[in-house]
């Protein structure tokens, strides 16, 4: 049941002055380059009156949410024709996993009537504000703020720039099992559009001048398709005569206004990536890796600091959701979620989000922004890092009996106990569907002491800690959710059966581990299949040493998390 919730009030406030309410656990940014218009212009089609094109470039954080821009047509030394704000929400085009992209370029399109259309030979002008100011959590604090504003001329009639420019289709929003209608894109000349690629999922169809879209009664998610158009008409001779192309994306949403957060550790944090999507290497492990203590989030896909030092985590403005890294950040995306918020600290504990812990305002926090979704990774730390690279502990690996070596270490560190606690407290101080996503299986190529099937159990074992905890406090409210199997590539039995042959003898499947770890499983000439299947980059990045999913292995993550309800 989603907790009831005011409007969203995700962007565009017209008093500048709100600029200087800065929320106080993550400060406003003014985003460079994030609000540029590049061109106001005229798209004069044969068969419809004149639209004004404008050419904004937007940071990639503004991606999927709703701008305003403000145009007003004068005639100079004659003052205001007619006034407009625009709203849309903004389409970057198809989403990248990681998105590397800084920025994007969205036009707007504003039809003018017959009358405004037929004065354009007159010498009017357009004065285009853009300005954004985004309330991320709507608590009536900026989070992101920035301003442009420019004023041009208005020339009716084909030119080769102009005529390069199309309206965009903004991100569209739809119910499952409805449909929506939008206007197909101007352009400089006249253009004749078609469905050029197929939505994946719903039907699409081109009709009296626009674009038809019918979503599947029982999906909810995302959905694209990809417009093609040719140029007609007077003045196509001089264009490109190739296709243009215009993608549109759609989230179908089975509700508006849906409020998640996440908290967690590295897994959920997207630990190996940057805040601007690049991928962690090897030679900066050493600077990345998160101190002994007051861990800084550095190095992590929610974060701005890329040096681990002694501090509080400084998270990105966006608390990652832009760069489309980590699971959590992958599913929003993919339900058209804005209303997001990352707390997740690399290197962190259960006992450091459980009450008294040194992290447990950010739970409180988290608590009190009424999530309708929490999603967390936890449990790992510094659990499965002393069993794998402790001294003391890699002698269970050859001398001792195994399984009763992890289960003291459950017991050492408090594991069960402290989920618990974390659990209870959000259960307790939230209505949310916390969604508790288990580890995936990675086998480091630094672990010596270990086979590949002793990692795999360790992995088993911790999981099926987290179901047991997760069952006593509340098999309702906590969802346990089980990523794919991360195929080694040899045999792992009976951790996960061996049903697929490469070479000589079977094996769990084509590989998806790190490119360090495929190349010493290399040395199973006979059974080790390399992968991952179809091509594609590994589900686990090689910058520290084969541990972390990558981009790729959130997605797989991600796949398993329910939409929301």
Not at 455 to 467: D, T, Y
Not at 516 to 541: K, R, Y
Request: proline share 7%; aromatic share 8%; with cysteine.
């Amino acid at each position: 049941m989603m907790s009831a919730m005011t409007p969203r009030r995700l962007l565009l406030t017209l008093v500048l002055s709100s600029l200087l309410t800065l929320g106080a656990s993550a400060p406003a940014q003014a985003v460079p380059g994030y609000a540029g218009i590049s061109r106001v212009a005229v798209s004069s089609p044969a068969k419809d009156p004149a639209s004004i094109l404008v050419s904004v470039r937007y940071a990639i954080e503004l991606a999927g949410r709703r701008v305003e821009t403000r145009v007003r047509l004068f005639d100079p030394g004659h003052g205001t024709v007619r006034s407009w704000v625009l709203r849309d929400r903004l389409n970057s085009g198809p989403i990248r996993i990681p998105e590397r992209r800084r920025s994007f370029t969205f036009v707007h399109r504003l039809d003018l009537d017959p009358a405004d259309a037929a004065r354009l030979d007159d010498g009017l002008a357009a004065r285009v504000l853009a300005r954004v100011v985004v309330d991320i959590d709507d608590d009536g604090r900026v989070d992101l703020h920035g301003v442009d504003e420019a004023v041009r001329r208005l020339r009716p009639g084909p030119a080769p720039a102009r005529a390069r420019a199309c309206s965009t289709i903004p991100r569209l929003r739809v119910r499952p099992g409805r449909r929506v209608s939008v206007p197909l894109p101007v352009c400089g000349d006249e253009v004749g559009w078609k469905v050029g690629v197929h939505p994946r999922r719903g039907r699409a169809r081109i009709r009296q001048g626009r674009l038809v879209y019918t979503a599947p009664r029982r999906f909810r998610g995302s959905d694209r398709l990809q417009l093609s158009g040719k140029r007609i008409g007077r003045g196509s001779a001089g264009a490109s005569a190739g296709p243009i192309p215009a993608d549109v994306q759609i989230n179908v949403v089975g509700a508006d206004g849906v409020v998640v957060r996440a908290l967690g550790d590295s897994v959920t944090a997207g630990f190996g990536y940057y805040a601007n999507g690049k991928q962690m290497g090897f030679s900066e492990l050493d600077g990345c890796r998160p101190g002994a203590k007051q861990f800084n989030d550095a190095c992590s896909s929610n974060s701005l600091a890329t040096k681990s030092k002694e501090g509080p985590a400084e998270y990105a403005a966006d608390y990652g959701l832009a760069n489309n890294v980590s699971w959590a950040a992958q599913w929003a995306n993919e339900h058209g979620v804005t209303n997001y918020k990352n707390f997740a600290i690399s290197g962190s504990e259960p006992r450091n989000w459980a009450p008294g812990g040194e992290f447990y305002e950010a739970t409180k926090q988290l608590e009190s922004e009424d999530p309708d979704y929490v999603l967390l990774t936890l449990g790992a730390n510094p659990l499965l890092s002393n069993v794998l690279f402790g001294e003391e502990n890699m002698e269970c690996a050859v001398f001792g009996n195994f399984q009763k070596c992890i289960e003291g270490e459950f017991a050492k560190v408090e594991l069960r106990q402290n989920l618990k606690s974390v659990y209870t407290d959000l259960v307790a101080k939230t209505n949310a569907t916390i969604y508790l996503m288990q580890y995936h299986l990675s086998v480091p190529w630094s672990a010596l002491a270990y086979t590949s099937t002793q990692i795999a159990e360790m992995g088993q074992f911790l999981n099926r800690e987290i179901a047991s905890v997760a069952a006593e406090v509340s098999p309702s409210r906590l969802r346990v959710v089980t990523p794919p199997h991360f195929n080694v590539g040899i045999d792992i039995s009976p951790v996960y059966p061996s049903r697929y042959t490469c070479r000589v003898y079977p094996v769990d499947g084509p590989s998806v581990q790190s490119t360090g770890t495929q190349d010493e499983l290399e040395d199973h000439v006979l059974s080790f299949c390399s992968g991952p299947a179809g091509g594609g980059p590994p589900w686990v990045i090689n910058g520290d040493t084969g541990i972390h999913p990558s981009a790729a292995g959130y997605t797989q993550m991600a796949s398993q998390v329910p939409p929301p309800s």
